[in-house]
Structures are given as structure tokens and as C-alpha cells.
């Protein structure tokens, strides 16, 4: 039941003094009309309107309904129109969850130019290494590390994440270098576990493209990157990281790459967003300004790995 239209129409009928008038400049027909407005009255339970021979009045009820129902139109006139304006400009609240680590060292640095380039625009930023749902949460996008799961949410790529096997010139001096996948049995692995459990097993192609899968061990896991960063630079052991989490470590020396010759599959770093047809400009102009700062992947400039 369309109350909006209907409500509409009444008030055409009063300013315009016939329902004749008012279908026409609704293009409606006078019959549709007629029948639109004694709806009107009867869901509403009261008389609307006295019908006189020359012009149509409002009953008291009518009046009342005619004084408040006009704020309401009103208002839902400019609600839309605001929306209307929003859909085509970069305005409003951006609400975006991020890997933590991630966000802090790469996006977080670059929010003040963003904001400065859309002076309509509010950001609110999640940093989180855990998969939060996008719809019930209420966010716009999620930047995201990895293989996605989530079939139902629209991605694109950001950049290329490559990782490597490295640990520290200490533990290498300690231990040993491994000189092949099976070597890695025999050292303290540093484990990443999170939702689908611990990260043991370590899948390597060497330089034929055979795939080694390496069952792993070690004394320290964490479900967070930032402590095995620290382990490894600390010399506890052997990690797999992203290139991006350790650039400066690699280049400053604090981490040696392991198994140079070997790689580990290269995933993404992806925008995802709920599935829909029309992307708030807001979303959009966020993700190409990522793309436009991460497409190369920057913190590889520079490393020969």
C-alpha cells in the first residue's frame, strides 16, 4: 500500500481544489484517483474532504492530517534528494575493517591525505586480524590478506602478497641454514594459528616446481603476525611472513630470507564488499586510492627476494 502516494495525492487535491486537477498533475487517471483517496480515508477510519458543487474542503480530520502530513512529505522529498546528491558524491561515513598490522603500517599513514582529498567524508577504522561479517556489522569494505572464503562478497585485487620463509642471521648462525624443505623438520617453526586451527604444514615449490608439504614444529604460535615478527627478529625461530610485514627488517639486515630457491604460494591483498549492484562513490574512490598507492607493491622496491 502505497500511504506516501496516497497522502501525496491528498494534498494535491487541496492545493490544487479538485481531484481532476491533481490526477492530471499526477498523471493518473481521475478514476485511479477517486478510488486512491476514498482508501485513504477508509484505512484511516475519518472523512477527508467535504465535497461542495464548486470546490473540494478538508474536513477538520483532513486539516490535521494536511498540516502534519505535509512536514512528512516534505521531508522525505529532501531525504531523497540528500540521497540523491550522496549517490554521486564521496560524502558521508566510510566504515572499513583492517588487518591490523596492515592498517596501522601502510593504510593508517595515508588516511590524512584521503580525508584531505574528500572534505565530505568521514572515516571510521576497525583494525582487527579476525574475519568480521561485513553486513551484520555494518561495514562498507574490509581489507583483507589472503585466499577469501566468502563467496558472496565482491572483491578486488589491491596487490600482490608474496611471502618468504626468513628468521634472523642469530638463529641462522645458531641452527644452521636449511639447505631443502625436508631440513625445516629440524628447526623451531614459528606458527601462525587462527580460525581453521594451526598453520603447520608449510607448502614450498623449488626451483622444478615440485610442491613440498613440510609438517613444522616449533615453542612459539600466536594467532597474531606482530608476535611473530618479534619472535623471529628475536631469533626464536624460522616464519613465514609477507613481504610487506617485513620489508624494513629484511632490508636493515634484522631478517635473512630462508630457502631463497624455494617460494610459497602468492596470494592477495583484496578489497571485499557485500555483494550489490551500486557501490557507494565513498567505497569506490577509497578502494582506487589504495589501488593507485599498493598496486605495485611499494615495499618490494628495492629487495631482491
Same mark, same amino acid.
Given at each position: ?104 603500517? !601502510? ?63 642469530? !638463529? ?51 594467532? !597474531? ?81
Amino acid at each position: 500500500m502505497d500511504r506516501v502516494g496516497d497522502l501525496t495525492l491528498f494534498l494535491r487535491v487541496l492545493d490544487l481544489g479538485s481531484i481532476t486537477a491533481a490526477a492530471h498533475s499526477l498523471d493518473l487517471s481521475v478514476a485511479v484517483a477517486s478510488q486512491r483517496l476514498k482508501r485513504l480515508e477508509r484505512d484511516l477510519g475519518v472523512r477527508l474532504l467535504h465535497r461542495t458543487t464548486r470546490r473540494l474542503h478538508p474536513t477538520p480530520e483532513g486539516a490535521a492530517l494536511a498540516q502534519q502530513g505535509r512536514v512528512l512529505v516534505e521531508d522525505l522529498e529532501s531525504l531523497g534528494t540528500g540521497l540523491r546528491e550522496t549517490a554521486t558524491e564521496v560524502a558521508g561515513t566510510l566504515r572499513v575493517t583492517l588487518s591490523a598490522s596492515f592498517g596501522r603500517q !601502510y593504510v593508517s599513514p595515508l588516511l590524512p591525505a584521503f580525508l584531505a582529498r574528500h572534505p565530505k567524508l568521514r572515516i571510521s577504522v576497525h583494525l582487527s586480524d579476525q574475519v568480521v561479517d561485513l553486513i551484520s556489522e555494518g561495514f562498507d569494505l574490509a581489507i583483507r590478506i589472503g585466499a577469501l572464503e566468502d563467496s558472496s562478497l565482491v572483491a578486488r585485487h589491491i596487490a600482490p602478497n608474496r611471502r618468504v620463509l626468513c628468521a634472523s642471521p642469530d !638463529y641462522l648462525k645458531r641452527r644452521g641454514d636449511p639447505r631443502s624443505p625436508k631440513d625445516l623438520m629440524e628447526h623451531d617453526c614459528l606458527l601462525l594459528f587462527g580460525s581453521s586451527g594451526r598453520q603447520d604444514v608449510w607448502r614450498l615449490h623449488d626451483a622444478q616446481g615440485e610442491e613440498h608439504a613440510i609438517r613444522v614444529q616449533g615453542r612459539f604460535e600466536s594467532n !597474531y603476525g606482530e608476535l611473530l615478527r618479534d619472535a623471529s627478529v628475536a631469533g626464536e625461530g624460522i616464519a613465514t611472513h609477507s613481504l610487506w610485514h617485513i620489508a624494513d627488517d629484511l632490508r636493515a639486515g634484522r631478517l635473512r630470507v630462508v630457502l631463497p630457491n624455494c617460494r610459497l604460494a602468492t596470494t592477495a591483498i583484496s578489497a571485499v564488499m557485500p555483494q550489490r549492484r551500486l557501490v557507494p562513490p565513498r567505497v569506490g574512490a577509497f578502494v582506487d586510492f589504495l589501488i593507485s598507492r599498493f598496486g605495485d607493491a611499494p615495499w618490494e622496491h628495492g629487495l631482491k627476494v
